[in-house]
């Protein structure tokens, strides 16, 4: 009974978090087990289907996809199901390089200093001047579109995020007195990073990487509605909402729905974020 009513104060206290973490935990179990939960093959076209109206509106009392078909009939909520497995690919995937890439430069910058910290810095300026919708553009441009380059690209452009906070933070903890026993005990480099700076800036990698994680959801929609992104042939909510552009008024759910996973999916990502930097982030406790 104790722990039912410590469980209750917890989620009342937190309510953003708890629902960014509900619909974070939907997002991922879709795309985990879309092969077996989606109603439809998503890339199953019926002509006889197209543009059909949702199933449960009055317009479409006679079609069998729930969220209605698109321009060639193909269910829009199997197509949807399977989109949440691309989008979070290029979440995740892009995250961990651009995370990879950024903590070990960090705590390289922090930790040591002088020309190193100033070398990378001013390559980190540099990353920052190019606008990346611009940047990814360009590479997409000349180099073709697939989810690969898209995950690469931005994995290779978001690591400066990473560096420069961590960066901060490794300043100041090496001035810790922690970290000056840890070397009068004859502690190298190395292992003081690993044993005592990395746990320290966990917590913040871990806030940022959540939000980064929707931010790349939207790049990758953006730059796939631009048809520099996904392959056309594969389900994914950008492609969708470009396959929609000439049917809004009309057809009004094959550019509704998507929207839709797209505003909760980035919703969930965004307050789960909020809520872990609340929890973790020291001055917030003030």
Do not use: C
Not at 246 to 273: D, E, K, Q, S
């Amino acid at each position: 009974m104790k722990k039912t009513t410590s469980t209750w104060k917890f989620i009342k206290k937190n309510p953003a978090g708890i629902l960014g973490l509900i619909l974070v935990i939907l997002t991922v179990g879709t795309a985990l087990f879309a092969d077996w939960i989606a109603p439809f093959d998503p890339s199953k076209a019926s002509l006889g289907a197209r543009l059909d109206a949702p199933s449960w509106t009055a317009e479409g009392s006679e079609s069998e996809y729930f969220l209605g078909g698109d321009q060639v009939g193909r269910d829009l909520l199997s197509r949807i199901m399977h989109g949440a497995q691309i989008s979070l690919m290029v979440g995740f995937f892009g995250v961990l390089i651009s995370l990879v890439i950024g903590t070990i430069l960090g705590l390289i910058s922090g930790f040591f200093g002088k020309w190193m910290d100033n070398f990378i810095m001013r390559v980190a300026d540099i990353q920052l001047a190019f606008p990346f919708i611009l940047f990814a553009i360009v590479i997409m441009s000349v180099l073709g579109t697939g989810i690969w380059k898209i995950i690469i690209i931005l994995g290779l452009t978001y690591w400066v995020g990473f560096a420069r906070l961590i960066r901060g933070q490794v300043i100041s903890l090496k001035e810790q007195e922690f970290v000056h026993a840890a070397r009068a005990s004859g502690g190298t480099n190395f292992t003081i990073i690993r044993r005592h700076i990395l746990p320290n800036v966990m917590s913040s990698i871990l806030v940022l990487g959540t939000m980064y994680i929707a931010e790349f959801i939207l790049l990758e929609a953006s730059l796939t509605f631009l048809g520099l992104g996904v392959d056309p042939t594969i389900p994914s909510w950008g492609g969708m909402l470009a396959d929609s552009r000439n049917y809004v008024t009309t057809a009004w759910w094959t550019a509704t729905f998507p929207g839709i996973a797209i505003m909760l999916t980035v919703l969930g990502f965004n307050l789960l974020g909020d809520w872990l930097r609340d929890r973790f982030d020291p001055n917030m406790k003030v």
